[in-house]
């Protein structure tokens, strides 16, 4: 299986708005699809959804985008971009980790770790960062561990522990992995949080029939995830995926807007969706 992985982002009625600001940011990014209720775009090579939902969910903290920029004034430019009308929430500086490092909100509630490369001539790269913290605090490395065995092609290139003589010795102070090619970082946060993951941002699984579809489904709801609709589920560290074949697309977006409906309702009733029963209410007279 070689199913695209990629983030959804839950907006009310802005999700255009920071796409745009978002791609205007970074070269070689750009608007791919805009339906008016959902925006697929791709920034530093990452494909992103952002959803219109409404006010049901927030974006939080526990899911941010970990950015590397090319040199310094490149990382002073987007970091000052995002911080208009947003918060800081760990001022830009150099910590012993990166020469020039922040953390902000931006003004439509997502949060970025914005720093600049390791070694000059690295490429640029935008990361999925998820922080367990509260009760999922020091899952991280189980996760890991979950979330490789469902994804075939997956691989752990970094893991480091906090060191042994820290109160949170044993747990994960940053990690980088890979499921299907698509780079995660996964970090333990230990101290007061009051946030922890939710539907504000999900990730997507592109399927490509209903068997891939049944895997997935079955794979991350087990050992305590929870079936929810219309697609979307939590697996059991409480992160949400959306299993999506994509036969979904093909008939809710059919030109012939009668059957598409007939789609939609049919998807509006299901948890995982069932391609057969879809194509049923679209075909039917």
Not at 86 to 112: A, H, T
Not at 134 to 157: C, D, L, P, R, V
Request: net charge negative.
């Amino acid at each position: 299986m070689s199913n695209k992985i990629y983030l959804c982002l839950w907006f009310d009625g802005k999700g255009k708005e920071a796409a745009e600001l978002y791609c205007s940011l970074f070269k070689n990014s750009k608007i791919i699809n805009d339906t008016g209720m959902v925006v697929i775009f791709e920034l530093l090579g990452k494909k992103i959804m952002t959803l219109n939902g409404g006010p049901m969910f927030k974006i939080n903290p526990s899911i941010s985008f970990s950015v590397l920029c090319e040199n310094i004034d490149e990382t002073n430019r987007i970091w000052d971009r995002l911080r208009d009308g947003g918060s800081v929430l760990m001022p830009i500086n150099k910590y012993f980790w990166s020469e020039r490092y922040g953390c902000l909100q931006d003004k439509y509630g997502m949060n970025w770790q914005i720093s600049v490369v390791s070694k000059p001539g690295d490429p640029p790269s935008l990361t999925p960062s998820m922080l367990f913290t509260g009760n999922q605090f020091g899952k991280a490395a189980e996760a890991i561990k979950f979330y490789s065995s469902i994804f075939k092609n997956a691989e752990t290139m970094v893991m480091y522990p906090y060191p042994e003589n820290d109160a949170n010795a044993g747990n994960v102070m940053f990690s980088e992995f890979k499921l299907n090619g698509y780079n995660l970082i996964a970090m333990d946060g230990p101290g007061e949080h009051s946030d922890t993951f939710s539907e504000g941002v999900s990730f997507v699984v592109d399927c490509a029939d209903q068997q891939e579809v049944d895997y997935y489904w079955e794979k991350l709801t087990g050992d305590g995830g929870q079936e929810s609709m219309c697609a979307w589920l939590k697996d059991r560290f409480g992160v949400s995926w959306q299993i999506v074949p994509a036969k979904l697309g093909e008939l809710i977006g059919s030109p012939d807007r009668e059957k598409a409906d007939r789609a939609i309702q049919a998807m509006l009733k299901m948890k995982k969706i069932i391609i057969a029963d879809l194509q049923k209410a679209y075909d039917r007279n």
